[in-house]
Nanobody, 120 residues
Framework: QVQLVESGGGLVQSGGSLRLSCAAS????????MGWFSQSPGKERELVAT???????NYADSAKGRFTISRDNAKNTVYLQMNGLKPEDTAVYYC??????????????WGRGTQVTVSS
């Protein structure tokens, strides 16, 4: 069994910064891609940023230039540094990871989410 646990959300003023963390634990052989998605009320969950085991990254247009995704492979942890936050960034942020528990198994996992609220 694998768990993803997010932390670092909260309330911040417009223009402020937050750093989200997501730690994976459990039966882990290898972690492939990890990423962050956001979901606002009434909207579908959407990609914020992803990072592969190679370190290559991908960002939503809305995140480019403001957010930075990184990972610590030794700690099975992915981070999202969010700078220049805007009220429209308000959402629940979910961690996602593509994890192999054995050499022959691979599954996608979600965390429970952490709330980010940006006040104007």
């Amino acid at each position: 069994q694998v768990q993803l646990v997010e932390s670092g959300g909260g309330l911040v003023q417009s223009g402020g910064s937050l750093r989200l963390s997501c730690a994976a634990s459990g039966s882990i052989f290898s972690i492939n891609a990890m990423g962050w998605f956001s979901q606002s009320p009434g909207k579908e969950r959407e990609l914020v940023a992803t990072i592969r085991s190679t370190g290559s990254t991908n960002y939503a247009d809305s995140a480019k230039g403001r957010f930075t995704i990184s990972r610590d492979n030794a700690k099975n942890t992915v981070y999202l540094q969010m700078n220049g936050l805007k009220p429209e960034d308000t959402a629940v942020y979910y961690c996602n990871a593509d994890i192999s528990s054995t050499l022959f198994s691979r599954r996608n996992y979600w965390g429970r989410g952490t709330q980010v609220t940006v006040s104007s």
